[in-house]
């Protein structure tokens, strides 16, 4: 009887089931790795502005500044003015944003927290306070030489309205400017993507998003970007601080509770102290220096109903930074107290081992109560 054709390649798997692997192999590196996404994203725009690398190209827009003017013959920095491809620079920066936290996360944060001896639930925080450290520990000191360039340093209200409108900056400005919106728009993502776990104040953070990036829109395009960046270096300096108090809360440092009382110092200072002189200047100066008037065709935008809108936002941010301070003082009054300085937004893993030991203590109390169950097993022949 004839066998039929040998396979002279038994081991060779199908196309299909190859290709459907190298999918699933793929897939897994993904979800084991999310750095790889935005990587591969980011490795896309190589070949495609390789191809023409001039600002004829559009994919230049996305890696580079867009609309500089002419170079002044009086040696003063070049200026860039503002339009949509804006929204592509922010775009891109939004990738990278994506990548360097999921890469700095996972390949150097991950094994610190090991070696920290750091629980599965400490761990995920601890990184993602790290690595807010990091950031801001670099964007800070950016921001204030950004500041120090511009009218409004050391937060001089006074220069947030003069010669209005600011139509066009410097580089510098330009590029710290959307750079942050290219952070808080990455962080809202990572919050709609729930890649951190929720805390007790969730609500407060989506509004503070929401807010957040109203006012970055609508000062860098009605141009009060002197104002926006006042705003931005007094939150990044007390987000620096509240990180790396987290940071050092979570490892057990002996310095935790002398640190606490500076980030709560700086906390004050920085949103309250400064934020609110930025308010008062909202209700006096924005009326008094400078034009005060609407005039859609020299995109003079610093009137009544600018106004309202600005002090609306920065009054809801207010709001939000005196709840957080509520939470501030209640850990302080603790760590004072009980010597303990846990942050009672967070759902930690002490929550989780109670939660885990109620369960167990409950099982137990069940399988001891309830007595034994018999099966009997017939025969279905009989």
């Known amino acids: 009887m004839d066998p039929g ?7 060779k798997k199908p196309k299909k089931r190859r290709g459907r692997s190298l999918f699933y192999t793929a897939n897994s590196a993904m979800i084991k790795h999310t750095y790889l996404i935005p990587a591969v994203m980011l490795l896309a725009f190589v070949p495609l502005y390789a191809l023409n690398p001039s600002p004829s190209n559009p994919i230049y827009h996305f890696i580079f500044l867009s609309y500089p003017l002419e170079q002044p013959t ?8 503002k339009g949509l491809w804006d929204i592509a620079f922010v775009v891109f920066y939004t990738i990278v944003l994506s990548f360097t936290r999921e890469f700095i996360m996972q390949v150097i944060l991950r094994p610190l927290a ?14 993602e306070q790290m690595y807010s450290a990091i950031y801001f520990g670099c964007v800070c000191p950016f921001g204030m030489y950004v500041m120090s360039r511009t009218p409004v ?18 580089a510098i400005v330009k590029f710290y400017y959307l750079f942050q919106a290219a952070f808080w728009a990455q962080q809202a993502i990572v919050m709609i993507l729930g890649l951190e776990k929720q805390r007790k104040d969730y609500k407060e953070l989506c509004l503070h998003h929401v807010v957040s990036l109203t006012l970055i829109a609508l000062s860098y395009r009605f141009h009060f970007t002197y104002v926006g960046l006042a705003v931005f270096t ?48 909202l209700f006096f100066e924005f009326r008094t220096v400078g ?5 859609w065709e020299n995109e003079q935008y610093k009137c009544l109903l600018a106004q309202v809108i600005a002090t609306t936002l920065l009054s809801a941010l207010q709001t939000l930074n005196l709840i957080w301070l509520s939470h501030i003082v209640r850990i302080a009054y603790r760590f004072i107290r ?24 409950l099982l137990d109390k069940t399988t001891t109560v309830a007595p034994p169950v018999e099966i009997k097993v017939t025969d279905p022949t009989n």
């Open 153 to 170: 340093w050391y937060y001089n209200t006074y220069g947030m309205y003069e010669n209005f409108p600011h139509r066009t900056h410097e």
């Open 291 to 295: 034009p005060f008037e609407l005039d």
């Open 114 to 127: 090991r070696w920290f001896s750091l629980s599965r639930s400490k761990q995920a925080r601890f990184m």
């Open 234 to 281: 007094t939150h990044d300096i007390s987000d620096f601080f509240l990180a790396t108090s987290k940071t050092l809360n979570y490892i057990d440092s002996p310095i935790v509770g002398p640190y606490f009382f500076l980030f709560m110092c700086v906390w004050i200072y920085c949103r309250h102290f400064i934020n609110i002189r930025i308010l008062i200047s």
């Open 338 to 361: 009980y010597s303990t300085a846990d942050d009672d937004r967070s759902e930690d893993e002490s929550d989780e081992s109670h939660t885990s030991a109620e369960k167990a203590s």
């Open 74 to 81: 009086d040696g003063s920095p070049l200026q860039y003015g």
């Open 5 to 11: 054709p040998v396979d002279a390649h038994p081991d």
